[in-house]
């Protein structure tokens, strides 16, 4: 089964990035990650990378509409037609009305979205050592502040939206990386997501 459309969100610190590329590994889907192509292309110094340097650099979010292009056109290519996992996209409600859109102009929805629930102390640590590791030009404290912000404003509100909808599983989010997959594998295989590893 290689069909399942996800979303992971969790503040910034929560594992997602980990854990997504876990699960979509395991699905078969490619993971679409906003953050990450953003990031790219300000290292490759490429137009759209020249655009949002300093958005991200402050940790700000890129406008909706640009954002909205660069998920459209990945969500378009033959790997992500069949199924995709979302990574750090849509990140607040109008992004949550855009990508709607788009996917039910193609007959498409969402069919889970994963919930990494970790307390803000517990991501700010987590964030910190990163920094120090991966020296990301957003892990600054001000930045890592600010992004906390924005998530607790803007982000949150969007898991409402989906829990109305009955498509939210939420996994907590401290514990190890392999307790917390199996927990996030279980949520997918009690939707018909995912088959099961028991022989
Ligand atoms: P991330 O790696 O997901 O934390 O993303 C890094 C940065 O890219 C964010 O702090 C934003 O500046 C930008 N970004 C990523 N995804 C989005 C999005 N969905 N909407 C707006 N900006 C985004």
Known sequence: MNSAKLLIVGPQGSGKGTQGVRIAEDLGIP????????????????PLGQRVKA???????????LTGEVV?????????????????????????????????SRGDELDAV??????????????????????????????????LAIYERE?????????????????DGVGSLDEITAQIFAALEARGLRGSDAA
């Open 31 to 46: 993971v679409v990650s906003t953050g990450d192509v953003f990031r790219e292309n300000v290292k490759g110094g490429t």
């Open 55 to 65: 958005i991200i650099d402050a940790g700000d979010l890129v406008p909706d509409s």
């Open 72 to 104: 459209r056109d990945r969500l378009s290519q033959d790997d992500a037609r069949e199924g995709f996992l979302l990574d750090g996209y849509p990140r607040n409600l109008g992004q949550v009305s855009d990508l709607d859109e788009f996917l039910s």
């Open 114 to 147: 994963i919930e990494l629930d970790v307390p803000r102390e517990e991501s700010i640590e987590r964030i910190t050592l990163r920094a120090k590791e991966q020296g990301r030009s957003d892990d600054t404290e001000e930045v890592i502040a600010n992004r």
């Open 155 to 171: 982000t949150a509100p969007i898991l409402d939206v989906y829990r109305a909808r009955g498509i939210v599983d939420r996994i």
